[in-house]
């Protein structure tokens, strides 16, 4: 045995300075083992013994304690992701889903839903497909939305809040189930019939507008014709204002100038004589005369 310590002995005195650069060396490079880095277009999160120490990590080099106290999952993730569902029915099929509003109207439909990861480790292992999840999620909101509105609306004043009531919904439904995502946007890119019966709702929309467009020519010409009754009304009014007071004036000029006249009877006693005069002369002016002796 004395023969194999001696060669032990050897064998370490030889390697005792590769032994001293290995207890140097290998902590160093287990140190710089915790270097890592994120690309541009992804996220991660650093767990230590299982427990998240840091999550939604951004693109660039950072450092971790090194395996197996710390460990870092890598996931390509972009800053801003999108999902687009879409009701499009091209031909029948038994298994194509169709959209139906309130009121009983066939649409096809195409929704682009923007959204964020804000927390990446509950986006990771939340579900085994966030996005399909995401997706399913997106396709129950639309259906419900739609067949409690009535197209007309939903092309008009309900667009807007169609899709904002699809987001803050969308949001609260994440949130429950502890998705790590934040809604940004929902943007309706497709709303209207089905090619197969485009047509016939377009020949109603297009007879709804001709509709429109009588009655608001109705009602022109309504306002116009009441204009113009209203301006013959008041220049008749205003012609019967000036004749009754021009024939109010005339007739005050007449009572003044008969109030004139008697006022002279009243201050010369002689105008009655004289007047009866004046009768009698017209009147044997006009008259033939005849003297008829009483003896004959």
Do not use: C
């Not at 996005?131 to 007309?152: C, G, P, R, T, W």
């Not at 009441?226 to 007071?245: C, G, I, Q, V």
């Not at 000029?253 to 009655?272: I, Y």
């Amino acid at each position: 045995m004395q023969p194999l310590f001696e060669d032990i002995k050897v064998v370490f005195t030889q390697l005792r300075q590769w032994l001293w650069v290995l207890v140097f060396v290998l902590p160093v490079f287990y140190l710089l083992s915790g270097f890592y880095s994120v690309g541009i277009d992804q996220k991660a999160f650093v767990t230590r013994f299982g427990a998240l120490t840091k999550d939604n990590v951004t693109s660039g080099m950072h450092y971790h304690f090194p395996w197996p106290i710390e460990s870092v999952t890598i996931n390509d993730i972009p800053s801003l992701k999108s999902k687009v569902v879409e009701f499009i029915i091209t031909e029948p099929k038994p298994e194509a889903l169709e959209l139906i509003t309130g009121d009983g109207n066939l649409v096809d439909s195409r929704v682009e839903v923007q959204y964020s990861v804000t927390e990446t480790m509950k986006f990771v292992t939340s579900s085994d497909n966030t996005d399909m999840l995401l997706e399913q999620l997106v396709k129950s909101e639309i259906i419900y939305h739609i067949s409690h509105n009535d197209f007309a609306s939903l092309l008009t004043t309900g667009r807007n809040q169609f899709q904002e009531r699809i987001k803050s919904n969308l949001q609260k439904t994440t949130d429950e189930l502890g998705l790590g995502l934040r809604i940004t946007g929902v943007q309706i890119k497709l709303l209207e019939p089905p090619k197969s019966i485009k047509k016939a709702f377009d020949d109603v929309s297009s007879a709804q507008s001709e509709k429109q467009k009588v009655i608001q020519e109705a009602k022109g010409e309504r306002g116009t014709k009441l204009a113009k009754a209203r301006s013959e009304s008041n220049r008749e009014k205003s012609n019967a204002r000036a004749l009754s007071n021009e024939l109010v004036k005339r007739a005050e000029g007449d009572a003044q100038r008969f109030e004139a006249q008697l006022s002279a009877v009243d201050a010369d006693k002689l105008f009655f004589k004289r007047a009866y005069l004046d009768g009698l002369q017209s009147i044997f002016n006009r008259a033939k005369v005849v003297v008829i002796s009483p003896e004959k």
